[in-house]
């Protein structure tokens, strides 16, 4: 209880140092009790003049980061979620880039011996200096000996105690928020639920297998498109506390300047991340969901190269659908078709009308038509969507909410690279093709064998499956005195039922 109270003692000196609290303030039902209680435990503490000009949003960013990882992380997760604070802190919070000092190197090459239990000559060469630092982990250089041939690599390694650190923290979140949920005016937020989904996101990021996982899925799916490249993870080099991947070469996305100066085509590189970016998310369903500039790297031919997946979304099939027919449908200015494809996707109340909707959806659309493409944005777009699709008592999935935040970035690095980047102009031929294939007759095939192969796998034994037939038969016609001709048609029935179903699995199978 006495550590709960200086973690919280903590958080308002800090919120006051940030002009935090007055902003809780407004939200509060007995506002005098509370700034009573904030004012005594905020004692000598000023608010700091060099905060004043920045917004709301970014004053919390600095407090969050202020206060260590797990609330770096807690921050992260919010601004995915600008349906819980709104978006425009939830923008705001997106400058939290983990950036924090590094640990020593001798530090480092104690936990890479101690995880591989050998000198760390014996695992890494030339081991660096930590070139990059988060609240998490850090990055060093390294070499290593890959089948005779010395190759350069990138090496992640978590902070020492990271983990207690971050579970203690935790465990006083959970208190935080148990205290919160008492309060009427903090149910909307679910404190609770974000605080879960924090610990759920921050335990994948303490074990460095998941990212290697994470990592090595989507260089699998993405190695034929050649302008998106996933570096290579060395599977031996890989512990719970330790990352070993590619090293690559390129320049970060940020560095404008210099990509100019070298002469990158850098409207090529702002096109393929757009075009990347739907490709992993409509057509594989897996996309790199933390593409700022800081995990971008070009290189001359105006291709990608990534780094960072710690934080990866995923979207099932009828989301991909949703995603791409509605692109598609303001690319067409087609407003009905979108409301039809809501309705017939069970994403609106069937109470509602669609040509209601239809006509809520032209509100969006109609201004952006006649606006110069810099202007027009996709992902403010899908922000309007979603926040006419409350209206009408639609229930957005956490999946779809990570996208278009994952989105608004992807639109602002390309913007920076082009600033007369045309999304929609983009997008049309990638998001054509994959409809195309998509509502195709070979792949409306494919998904036919699929379910056929699937209820085969679900059958028991064929003679045991036509026996229990023939018994339930019996039950059915039970008390039929002449159903002799029955018992001989159903059996036949039943086995060329099983032979016509094996039959079309077969056929679609070789098409």
């Known amino acids: 209880m006495i550590n709960n109270f200086f973690f919280l003692l903590k958080i308002i000196r800090i919120f006051k140092a940030h002009d935090i609290l007055r902003l809780i303030g ?3 039902r007995y506002r005098i009790i509370y700034t009573i209680i904030t004012q005594l435990l905020s004692i000598g503490v000023s608010k700091n003049k060099e905060l004043m000009n920045d917004s709301d949003g970014v004053r919390v960013a600095k ?21 819980i604070v ?19 190197k001798d530090i480092a090459i104690k936990i890479v011996e101690s995880e591989f239990g050998t000198t760390i000559d014996r695992v ?47 465990s006083r979140l959970e208190w935080l928020t148990s205290f919160m949920e008492n ?7 679910r404190p609770n639920s974000i605080i879960k989904k924090a610990k759920e996101v921050i335990k994948f990021e303490l074990d460095l297998r998941y990212e290697a996982a994470a990592a090595s899925e989507l260089r699998e799916n993405t190695q034929l498109d050649g302008s998106f490249y996933v570096p290579l993870v060395y599977w031996e080099k890989i512990t719970q506390k330790i990352l070993t991947m590619e090293k690559i070469n390129g320049i970060p996305a940020d560095k404008i300047e210099k990509l100019n100066e070298n002469n990158y085509d850098i409207k090529k590189s702002a096109e393929n991340l757009i075009v990347n970016f739907l490709r992993q998310s409509i057509r594989d369903g897996y996309f790199h969901a933390d593409l700022h500039q800081g995990n971008l790297f070009l290189n001359k031919n105006g291709n990608l190269l990534a780094v960072d997946f710690g ?14 027919e509605i692109i598609y449908g303001f690319i067409k200015q087609d407003y009905y078709l979108i409301a039809k494809i809501h309705q017939e996707a069970g994403l609106i109340d069937k109470s509602q009308s669609t040509e209601d909707f239809s006509q809520a959806l032209r509100s969006i659309g109609e201004p952006i038509i006649n606006q110069k493409a810099k202007n027009i944005s996709m992902g403010n777009v899908l922000i309007q969507l979603f926040d006419i699709t409350e209206q009408f008592n639609m229930f957005l ?15 602002g690095v390309a913007r920076k690279l082009d600033p007369e ?77 099983m032979v016509l179903i094996s039959s079309l699995a077969l056929i679609i199978s070789l098409i």
């Open 311 to 324: 934080i990866m979304g995923r979207l099932d099939k009828k989301n991909r659908s949703y995603l791409a």
């Open 26 to 28: 407004q939200n509060v």
């Open 86 to 104: 709104g978006n425009t802190i939830a923008d705001d919070l997106s400058i939290l880039r983990d950036n924090l000092p590094p640990f020593s």
């Open 421 to 497: 980047i045309n999304f929609w102009e983009v997008s049309k031929p990638e998001i054509e093709t994959w409809l195309k294939d998509e509502l195709g007759i070979k792949n409306r095939l494919k998904q036919t064998q699929e379910t056929l192969q699937s209820i085969a796998r679900k059958m028991p034994d064929i003679p045991d499956f036509i026996s229990r037939a023939d018994q339930a038969f019996n039950i059915i016609t039970e008390g039929n005195s002449d159903n002799t001709p029955q018992k001989t048609n159903r059996k036949y029935f039943i086995i060329g039922g």
């Open 183 to 189: 309060f009427k005016e903090f149910e909307r937020l």
């Open 63 to 83: 407090a969050l980061n202020e206060l260590g990882p797990s609330f770096v992380k807690l921050g992260q997760l919010i601004s995915t979620r600008p349906d």
């Open 397 to 411: 999935q956490p999946q779809l909410l990570l996208l278009q935040k994952t989105m608004i970035t992807v639109e």
């Open 124 to 170: 890494f060469t030339d081991f660096s200096e930590p070139i990059a630092a988060a609240s998490i982990a850090q990055v060093h250089f390294a070499k290593i000996n890959n089948n005779g041939i010395e190759t350069e690599v990138a090496v992640k390694i978590l902070r020492p105690q990271i983990e207690k650190i971050i579970e203690q923290e935790m």
